[in-house]
């Protein structure tokens, strides 16, 4: 099998994904048998069975899943990175956050990137990515150039009359840093998740007041679940030894 092929095979074939799944340490299940019931639970106490609210529910398994691979390095995480990535731009989309949808494009085509250098800085024996230290000239690179895209997203989520548009410009560029440094495997990436995880709850709590449907309470929550994801996936990365 040539390495495309074992790529294209460690990433999107069943046995993998549920290898991958099934490889999971304890702490990591945990964390997602959380997540996952978090979702459920907002979705069967809600009266809201739209097809925007099917679709936030799918949007909302997929990503627990993408996060719970992401925290330990696992291929397959691209697979649901995809589907998560694709079904958030259309509630994005239907929410006028146009930071969010914008950012959520952006993640979509970086997971083609992240399948091809994930794949190549394997641990063959962990089958998990080793993870990468930031210098401290890349760290001010890394700043200067989210500062510069929250100004441009800012002027343009404005001149769209987007919702909340200080706080959802602030995603865009987050995301960019967050995905760029998760692609080459950079443990500093959970700083950027973090915070674009902050502001997505302080954007969702503010939209349940303008937004009608629950679709919004449910976004809310996955946001909860995913900040708690993020602070887990931090604690992991800088604990394990490559």
């Not at 649901?80 to 929410?95: D, E, F, K, Q, R």
């Not at 952006?106 to 210098?135: C, D, H, P, T």
């Amino acid at each position: 099998m040539n390495q495309k092929s074992s790529t294209l095979a460690l990433t999107f074939s069943p046995k993998a994904i549920w290898s991958d799944l099934i490889s999971l340490n304890k702490a990591t299940k945990a964390m997602l048998s959380v997540m996952v019931f978090a979702q459920l639970l907002t979705f069967l106490l809600s009266s809201d069975r739209s097809g925007l609210a099917w679709l936030t529910l799918w949007t909302g398994l997929a990503a627990v899943i993408n996060l719970a691979l992401v925290d330990q390095g696992k291929q397959s995480n691209f697979f649901w990175g995809l589907i998560c990535t694709a079904a958030w731009m259309m509630v994005a989309l239907h929410s006028r956050t146009f930071g969010d949808v914008f950012a959520q494009g952006f993640a979509f085509l970086m997971q083609f990137s992240g399948i091809y250098f994930w794949a190549r800085a394997r641990n063959s024996e962990k089958g998990e990515l080793v993870f990468k230290k930031m210098s401290k000239t890349l760290s001010w690179s890394v700043l200067t150039l989210t500062i510069l895209t929250y100004l441009v997203v800012l002027a343009i989520s404005k001149h769209l009359n987007g919702l909340q548009v200080y706080l959802d410009s602030a995603v865009l560029p987050l995301n960019i840093i967050g995905q760029l440094l998760m692609t080459y495997g950079y443990r500093s990436q959970w700083f950027a998740w973090i915070t674009v995880d902050i502001v997505q709850v302080l954007v969702w709590a503010q939209n349940i007041s303008v937004l009608d449907g629950s679709y919004a309470i449910s976004m809310l929550v996955l946001q909860i679940v995913m900040l708690a994801n993020a602070l887990y996936g931090a604690w992991y990365w800088y604990n394990r030894k490559n």
